[in-house]
């Protein structure tokens, strides 16, 4: 007898518990909640596909010559996507079937959030920047911006 007497009242405590707990947070949502309700832009593929937060991405949608592979984002914002990762280009030495592809660490940053003319619901990144941090392909700059489809 003792036992479920014991038991029923843990039982009891615990739902006690439960709703004070339920009744706050319900009561005092936490700031986040409001962030959570805004949409967060898109990266839109060359497949026109809407990408968040994306391992890899193909920068050169014609002939795949440019891409971007294991990115790691740190930062994807109502403002903002910030990334690093590695950009691999083809040198097309002596042509791009015949080329290598080589591996340059960059930096990513994605801003410029517009609505997306397909969808005009969603936001999406326009604007595209590759920082590099050492070496980079032959002709580029330190910095590179591209815009981005729409």
Known sequence: MRGSVMG???TLAAGALLTAAMTTASANPPATAAKADTPRPVLV??????NVRPADFILACGDGNSRLAGLRWSQWSPDEATATGVNLVNDCKPNCAAGRFHG?????RLDEPRPWKKNPGVQHYTRMSLTYEDARPEGFQQVMTYPLWN
């Open 8 to 10: 029923t009242a843990v």
């Open 104 to 108: 340059y660490p960059v930096t990513v």
């Open 45 to 50: 593929d060359c497949f026109w596909r809407q």
